[in-house]
């Protein structure tokens, strides 16, 4: 059976659009389960009519498939925590000290000055309440040993909200964040929190217990602190203590993916399980054996590891291909991946928008039909050489699938990836299969020093290898434009060229060309907005000023101070700026027919006429209720580059002179556009 032809595949297209129609058309819960409840009405009325009148079977089709979109819609409803009254948000009063208790139930990677953890909140003002948040806990006053996955801490202190993107073409933190269903910030800090005596006892602080019991016993066995932490990225997905050197030479050489536990590690995990487990007898009982210890060892792999995306998709996948193994039935793969991409978007439908997903999905699928077709290019008598070509054609196919979305989200390509890849993946299968029984040995107390080594020189080759290809920079292409609209154009030309490549026929070719035709013209219909695009902006900076004039695909940047290098980057990547002039602040400025007047710490007040526009910047010593009743302007602005107390004194000030006033460090920067 083709794969599109797979009923499963018509409803996880349904479920898919569901769920994208919810996220950016909300519904509320009661109206999304009464959609899907007429729509499954329908369906069984429509099922009887049927069984009378065959030739209604295509009205079936299609309400099979609008049923499948209300279950998107109601299942990523049902998911959004705010949408319930006893959510967090909606316990926030006016005051902005809150009285908050939480429990710690998943580290995030640590930064200089604060350990980082997802916190379940159980209580604010001691009114009971539900929901997640982000608590940055101040290095100086707690250590690992003091907190940890389990604890449970009363914090009193203001409890921070979602926040809008702060500069144009950056990456939207807090949009991230409310996609995994959090919507707040706490910081922790010794002054404020009180930890309580007992931690909270589940899953997940057994795993963390383990984890870190095995991370101390290596620790302790003297083993490098890099090495310990790529070890522990390949073995439990833990990177949060990477040092930014190493994850900036895996970013670069293209080999990011194997620091974060997927499908790669896990099916080495179960080609060891297999390799274990066929010493056993060939009968019903072992068989049923077998299955319950690969399933066992795979989900519990998946909580050690913190059930991260990634890994909870290969461990769904490999498990349905180990039930169906056992069953003895012909497995599909691309239904089997399908499969599973359903049940993890049922249970946790936010993850459609996860990009870990989207590149291991994507990858997977291309490697399924590509690399086949690669692998019949090339065939030779010796093994050794058949393998390395495997791995060639396995990277090239997941590469070429991945690479619009990587552009898209990244804006780079490394050069060298195929090379990376070719070394990484045998030296990644050697060391899955020597880390995981020495992890498992830490944890239960025991580290074999000869293994040990042997660990330390694999990971420090590898380290030193990806650094060597990682140096390479002319061969890492950065801040590639690449919009929504080329994204689908380039997949159309990769699906319509791998059509192509099973049967090379006119027609086939003919839709190659064509598709190539439309990405050219969603590339040039995207430059020639650029070209149209009139812009001003103020962008939000806490050590300098900087403004932006854009005419086109050129502008010309006003500032004061050492701005901040890539902020720039992505506004001229994501906006097809081709051609950037530096200018010193100016005190005045103008859009059109729009007159701004620029205070910063030289005050000049000098001006024709009274300005529309009054930006703050630089730390102006101003008496701004004076020069707002004398000018009247319609808007004030404030960069980042001012005081907290003088942006309070301001806002209150335009409040009462009804003066609207917009903050870059609440609201965002300020745009003036066409």
């Not at 005051?95 to 208790?101: A, E, G, N, S, T």
């Not at 580290?107 to 948040?133: E, H, M, P, W």
């Not at 984890?211 to 302790?220: P, S």
């Not at 009982?285 to 991260?308: M, Y």
Request: hydrophobic share 45%; proline share 4%; net charge positive.
């Amino acid at each position: 059976m083709n794969a599109i032809q797979f009923p499963l595949t018509r409803v996880a297209i349904g479920l898919t659009l569901g769920i994208l129609y919810a996220r950016f058309c909300p519904f509320l819960p009661l109206h999304s389960l009464a959609l899907l409840g007429a729509l499954l009405l329908l369906f069984v009325c429509l099922h009887l009519v049927v069984k009378k009148r065959p030739k209604l079977q295509y009205f079936l089709g299609l309400t099979v498939f609008f049923t499948s979109v209300g279950c998107g819609i109601a299942t990523y409803t049902l998911h959004r925590e705010n949408n319930y009254p006893n959510h967090f948000s909606h316990l926030i009063s006016p005051r902005p000290i809150h009285q908050v208790d939480v429990v710690l139930s998943e580290k995030l990677k640590t930064t200089a000055k604060n350990y980082r953890f997802v916190a379940q909140v159980k209580c604010i003002d001691q009114k009971s309440c539900f929901g997640k948040l982000i608590v940055l806990c101040k290095k100086t006053d707690f250590d690992n040993k003091t907190i940890s996955v389990g604890s449970r801490l009363s914090i009193i202190g203001q409890l921070y909200t979602a926040q809008p993107q702060m500069n144009p073409g950056s990456f939207d933190y807090w949009e991230y964040l409310q996609l995994k269903n959090i919507y707040g910030q706490m910081f922790a800090s010794g002054t404020n929190t009180v930890l309580l005596p007992q931690p909270e006892i589940d899953l997940f602080y057994w795993a963390n217990q383990i984890r870190q019991r095995a991370m101390n016993e290596l620790q302790k066995s003297g083993i490098d602190t890099q090495v310990a932490q790529v070890l522990a990225a390949l073995t439990v997905g833990q990177q949060q203590e990477i040092s930014p050197e190493i994850m900036h030479d895996y970013q670069s050489a293209g080999v990011v993916h194997i620091l974060s536990v997927s499908g790669l590690h896990v099916g080495f995990i179960v080609l060891f399980l297999g390799f274990i487990l066929k010493f056993l007898p060939k009968n019903q009982k072992t068989r049923w054996l077998k299955l319950v210890v690969i399933l066992l060892s795979l989900w519990g792999f998946a909580l050690l590891a913190g059930l991260s995306a990634s890994v909870v998709r290969s461990v769904t996948m490999y498990s349905f291909v180990a039930v169906a193994l056992h069953l003895k039935r012909r497995t599909n793969i691309f239904h089997t991946l399908l499969v599973s991409l359903l049940l993890i978007l049922l249970i946790a439908p936010t993850l459609l928008f996860d990009v870990g997903l989207q590149l291991s999905y994507v990858a997977l699928f291309f490697i399924l039909c590509l690399q086949p077709i690669f692998e019949q290019w090339f065939t030779s008598k010796n093994k050794i050489v058949r393998y390395f070509w495997q791995i060639t054609t396995v990277s090239l196919a997941a590469q070429i699938g991945t690479l619009p979305l990587s552009l898209y989200y990244f804006h780079q390509f490394p050069g060298l990836f195929l090379l990376a890849n070719l070394v990484v993946i045998p030296i990644i299968g050697l060391i899955m299969a020597v880390c995981v029984p020495i992890m498992i040995l830490a944890a239960l107390g025991w580290v074999p020093k000869a293994g040990l080594e042997l660990i330390s020189t694999l990971i420090q080759a590898l380290n030193a290898f990806i650094k060597t290809i990682a140096q390479a920079d002319e061969y890492v292409f950065r801040n590639i434009p690449f919009n929504f609209w080329m994204l689908w154009a380039a997949y159309l030309a990769i699906l319509c060229a791998v059509w192509a490549l099973k049967k090379p026929v006119y027609s086939r070719i003919r839709w190659v060309l064509a598709s190539i035709i439309i990405f050219q013209l969603a590339y040039g219909i995207s430059r020639q907005n650029a070209q149209n695009k009139r812009e001003w902006l103020v962008f939000h900076q806490k050590k300098a000023t900087m403004i932006v004039d854009r005419y086109g695909s050129k502008v010309l940047v006003y500032h004061r101070g050492e701005i901040a290098k890539s902020t720039l980057e992505n506004y001229q990547t994501s906006s097809f700026i081709q051609k950037i002039e530096y200018r010193k602040l100016e005190q005045q400025a103008r859009y059109k027919n729009c007159k701004i007047l620029i205070l910063d710490s030289l005050c000049n007040y000098h001006i024709k006429g009274k300005p529309d526009i009054l930006l703050l910047c630089a730390r102006p010593k101003v008496n701004l209720e004076r020069i707002l009743m004398s000018w009247r302007p319609l808007r004030v602005v404030a960069d980042g580059n001012n005081y907290p107390s003088s942006i309070k004194r301001w806002e209150e000030t335009c409040r009462q002179q009804k003066i609207p006033f917009h903050y870059t460090g609440k609201k965002g920067f300020y745009m003036l556009s066409d």
